[in-house]
């Protein structure tokens, strides 16, 4: 994967995946903790999430400006990664259940700054590596192979979140039933007129509750779901540990691409590599990246509601157990080794392979699907599952479809047929529409969350797995199509002399779209579920449509 790409990329990649496994870490369990800890509605938490994600992705213009004009890449990227470190043990210092509200919105201020320090200029500093023009035919499979090391992290995360959030539960002789926080904290505040409910779920937890002791059994079961959220943001200051290791100790690997048109321009050695445009050039190439940055607003504001919208759809209408076989989905020490034997599978199967091939893919395919039948053995019949679960599927098919895509677009490539970097993203933008149109059709019986109170559906209400497992596959697509081209479309066009700040651009146009999450999230308990998600379908069509009526200008731009 990595051959004939300068090794800097492997530092990126691997520097890279660990901040990104704390922070998916983080982001798949908190609409879930400010609801617990502090019984806060949908809307409030999903409005939150939102200006906590503006800050998130806008913040990189600050680091991005900071980079090219005083710090450098190398210093903004390690001190982006200490000042997240901050923030997250923050977030993580346990404190007593309905407090330390003001610690958690400082804690996120912290890690925005640290994220914004961080991100853009990694991905400048990748960049970097491909203006040589030994690497630069590789750029656009650069950020593919790049994007993929964000989602292996990512892949990870929730299934991490999980298990943390399980012991500390088991430790306190609890399990965790999605049910319980909407009703202790309406029990809480007198709110919920018929308690016969609440107590029949408190008493498959523990059968000596009663009416007395329902309120006490309210309190510790959402103290202790409270700290274990807790424990789980702890699992994000110990990644960014790793990431520190890697990009401190490997940095002879990068530092050639280290440097700033400021610092080349100060380089008797280096300057006259420095690049100026005329102020028209420079002009046409800011447009051009303004208009692509309009039209991801829109494709951010959809993709993100895998946090909030899409979370609260897991909780709330989708089953909450599955079957064995189904259960491999939600189990990656199943998934994996399946996923692996099916590579094993193709590497025997391929066309014109070499005998070494054909017999190492044969023995993966042995190894790993004993793997995955022993493991398929393992489980109960009936299988329970939180919701953030769902978060690994869109990092699971980003790495399960990366080497796809970009064998698929190497092929069209000696065909002379590959998109552009610009046709790429119109093509996700349609591919998103497509995504959230499988919600509309999934939702089109349900009742809305305003008609259920904002409680779990009854069984009779709770749809597939399979609806939102089908929406994350394809919105993984588009993702493939539009993210990594989009930064490396940045990359090639930026003006040299703004490089940082161009990636922090691609940021804020992210960061608006994040916004516009919580938007989205407010309505959730204004509007019917089929219209919540045609919203978001409407929205990409149109800015699908707008991308390509401007097709041939962003084309003529990348082009020169």
Request: with cysteine; aromatic share 16%.
């Amino acid at each position: 994967m990595f051959k004939g790409h300068p090794k800097g990329l492997i530092v990126a990649f691997f520097a890279n995946m660990g901040e990104r496994f704390g922070f998916y870490t983080m982001v798949s369990i908190f609409v879930l903790f400010m609801q617990a800890k502090y019984g806060l509605s949908s809307g409030t938490s999903g409005y939150i999430y939102g200006i906590f994600m503006f800050c998130v992705y806008f913040f990189p213009l600050l680091g991005g400006y900071l980079a090219d004009r005083v710090l450098g890449y190398g210093k903004t990227i390690s001190l982006g990664l200490m000042v997240m470190f901050i923030g997250y043990l923050l977030l993580a210092l346990p404190t007593q259940f309905q407090t330390g509200f003001g610690l958690v919105i400082a804690a996120l201020a912290v890690i925005a700054l640290g994220t914004g320090l961080f991100k853009g200029n990694l991905q400048a500093l990748v960049g970097n590596m491909y203006d040589d023009p030994k690497y630069s035919a590789l750029r656009d499979r650069a950020f593919n192979i790049f994007y993929m090391g964000i989602n292996v992290g990512a892949m990870f995360a929730p299934s991490a979140s999980e298990k943390v959030c399980s012991w500390i539960l088991a430790k306190d002789h609890f399990t965790y039933d999605a049910r319980i926080p909407a009703l202790a904290h309406d029990f809480l505040k007198g709110k919920l007129a018929d308690v016969s409910q609440f107590l029949e779920v408190a008493q498959k937890q523990n059968p000596s509750i009663t009416v007395d002791n329902l309120r006490q059994f309210a309190e510790n079961y959402l103290g202790s779901l409270s700290k274990s959220y807790h424990f789980g943001f702890g699992v994000a200051c110990l990644s960014l540990i790793i990431s520190m290791l890697i990009f401190w100790g490997f940095k002879k690997y990068y530092r050639q691409a280290d440097i700033t048109e400021k610092q080349k321009a100060a380089s008797e050695e280096l300057k006259s590599q420095v690049v100026e445009l005329t102020p028209e050039q420079t002009k046409e190439r800011l447009v051009a990246l303004g208009l692509v940055f309009f039209v991801v607003i829109f494709f951010w504001m959809a993709f993100q509601q895998s946090a909030v919208t899409m979370t609260f759809f897991a909780r709330d209408y989708t089953v909450p157990q599955v079957d064995k076989l189904t259960n491999l989905w939600f189990d990656l020490t199943g998934l994996l080794p399946l996923y692996l034997a099916i590579v094993g599978l193709v590497f025997l199967l391929r066309k014109g392979a070499s005998r070494t091939s054909r017999l190492g893919g044969g023995l993966a395919m042995v190894i790993f699907g004993v793997l995955t039948y022993l493991r398929y053995e393992t489980y109960p019949e009936i299988n329970p599952f939180q919701p953030q679960r769902f978060q690994h599927f869109n990092p699971f098919f980003i790495v399960a479809l990366t080497p796809l895509i970009i064998a698929f677009f190497a092929y069209l490539n000696k065909k002379g047929k590959e998109p552009s970097a610009p046709r790429k993203i119109g093509y996700g933008m349609l591919l998103t529409a497509a995504a959230f149109s499988i919600l509309v059709i999934g939702s089109l019986r349900l009742p809305s969350p305003a008609e259920l109170g904002g409680k779990v559906a009854p069984p009779e209400y709770q749809v597939s797995v399979y609806w939102l497992i089908s929406t994350y596959f394809l919105l993984t697509v588009a993702e493939l199509f539009l993210s990594p081209m989009g930064i490396s479309f940045v990359s090639r066009v930026a003006p040299p002399k703004y490089k940082g700040l161009m990636q922090g651009g691609w940021f804020a146009a992210t960061a608006i779209g994040n916004y516009l999450v919580g938007v989205v999230g407010w309505l959730w308990m204004k509007v019917p579920l089929w219209a919540l998600w045609s919203i978001l379908v409407v929205a990409c069509l149109l800015s699908a449509t707008f991308m390509f009526g401007i097709m041939k200008k962003l084309e003529k731009v990348a082009a020169s």
